[in-house]
């Protein structure tokens, strides 16, 4: 979620068991920082590289 948001995705699709939950995650995500994560991922290395920049730079609460 935080990269999509970071590209500028403006519309989810989820299931509505999990809309509530999904709604709480983005109201908590800085935007510029998404932003700067999206960036970043765009020429990243791998995955786990990818992981770790959305770690650091939109939240320590992510899974």
């Known amino acids: ?11 989810l699709s989820a299931a509505p068991a ?3 939950e999904i ?3 983005v109201r908590g995500l800085d935007a ?3 932003a700067r994560a999206a960036h970043e ?4 290395g791998g ?5 770790e920049i959305v770690r650091r730079r939109c939240s ?3 899974p």
């Open 23 to 25: 709604r709480a995650r």
């Open 32 to 34: 510029e920082a998404c």
């Open 41 to 44: 991922a765009l020429v990243a």
């Open 18 to 20: 999990a809309l509530d």
């Open 1 to 11: 979620m935080p990269l999509l948001i970071g590209l500028g995705c403006d519309v």
């Open 60 to 62: 320590p609460e992510l």
């Open 47 to 51: 995955v786990e590289e990818i992981w």
